[in-house]
């Protein structure tokens, strides 16, 4: 048997690196083994036409999968949509100018998930999608690329529509190319907010769950549980509107929330300068003890944020905020109102705010309404499509 599997992935490898061109043509391979069934349709390479799966298809991703611009990726609502267990090669691309058309529904969600028998996390890289929504990595409407791919990203459409992902769920992603290079669950790009994206979970990542580089998107009903590294992540000037959020984390895990106004590694480029600011309206984020989870929520290189009604739970720290004088104004944020937290409530958890931005405040500057927070609901939004919770 072992023979045989390894006969059907060697078969397989030839035909996709004879058909991965664009245009790919699926392919259909005898394959035994391995969480996939014996007639699984294989699809990977960059695609430049339209995409429409088949509900009666079981396809497996077996590589790069890149919907060129002006192409459309649709999937049809129930669909589990299993990815090679290889790590970071493996993932989904929707290039700047192409869109994804995810309809899933609560009783009938789409998955995206590892084809291993017993997966874990970080067996698959994850979705991407790339956008035309400013950035502030480069000078005007300039753009930048992509960490997994190189594909470009940002512009000046602020309205920018990268399709819909509605009732999704991705799963075991997160595979690493090496120590700086890492596929999140999710990850948007320069996205706009034209986009719709509602209803939808990370689950068991290796690295990030969602994060956010830059752009407009809005996001609502988003739930984070079990990513080994932090659960949601925002930089390169992100300015959406984030409801309704759900994080719940594992032992050894890293931050809920590890929020940057800028990215570090390439600087803030935007003329004139502007820092990441979304609004984010009902967080719950439960940590598994103060003696365990380090931070619920670091704030760092300027970023700015809105955040109304959250709930911390379980955390050493609920806010760390890290800055300067100079070129990471997070302090200046507090003072001038442009990072606030009001209606916070804190369970287990041993200091609210960390304060070390270079700026003198009073965790009152950036606090009002402690108590008074109430958890996100996601034992109803979450019921019947979402896991882990």
Avoid at 228 to 253: A, M, R
Wanted: overall charge negative; aromatic content about 8%.
């Amino acid at each position: 048997m072992k023979r045989n599997f390894l006969f059907g992935l060697i078969l397989s490898a030839l035909l996709v690196v004879s058909c991965s061109t664009d245009d790919t043509a699926d392919i259909t391979i005898n394959v035994q083994g391995n969480g996939s069934s014996t007639n699984a349709t294989f699809i990977s390479g960059t695609y430049t036409s339209d995409l429409t799966l088949d509900a009666n298809t079981e396809y497996v991703i077996n590589g790069s999968l890149i919907m060129a611009s002006g192409t459309t990726l649709t999937i049809p609502a129930g669909m589990t949509i299993k990815a090679l267990a290889s790590g970071s090669d493996v993932y989904i691309a929707i290039s700047e100018g192409a869109q994804i058309m995810a309809n899933g529904t609560a009783t009938n969600p789409i998955v995206f998930t590892s084809n291993a028998t017993s997966p874990a996390a970080g067996d698959w890289g994850g979705l991407i999608l790339l956008g035309d929504a400013p950035i502030n990595s480069v000078a005007g409407a300039g753009t930048s690329t992509s960490e997994i791919g190189g594909l470009p990203y940002g512009g000046s459409d602020s309205d920018d529509n990268s399709g819909t992902l509605r009732y999704v769920r991705v799963e075991y992603s997160g595979g690493s190319a090496d120590g700086q290079t890492e596929n999140n669950g999710i990850s948007f790009y320069g996205v706009g907010n034209g986009t719709t994206v509602e209803y939808v979970q990370v689950y068991e990542g290796k690295d990030d769950g969602i994060e956010f580089f830059g752009g407009t998107v809005n996001a609502s009903n988003v739930i984070v549980v079990n990513s080994q590294d932090d659960s949601v992540d925002w930089t390169e000037g992100y300015s959406g509107t984030l409801t309704d959020v759900y994080i719940k984390h594992g032992v050894d895990h890293d931050k809920g929330i590890e929020a940057d106004g800028y990215n570090t590694d390439i600087g803030n480029n935007s003329s004139p300068i502007f820092f990441s600011k979304p609004t984010v309206n009902n967080l719950t984020i439960v940590g598994t003890g103060s003696s365990n989870s380090n931070e619920a929520v670091r704030l760092r290189a300027g970023t700015q944020g809105i955040f109304t009604n959250v709930t911390i739970e379980g955390f050493a720290e609920g806010f760390d905020l890290d800055g300067d004088n100079g070129d990471n104004p997070t302090g200046a944020g507090v003072i001038s109102d442009d990072l606030q937290v009001t209606n916070i409530t804190f369970t287990d958890v041993t200091l609210k705010v960390k304060n070390d931005t270079g700026e003198t405040f009073t965790d009152a500057d950036f606090i009002s309404g402690d108590g008074n927070g109430t958890a996100t609901d996601v034992a109803t939004w979450g019921a019947n499509w979402a896991v882990g919770l």
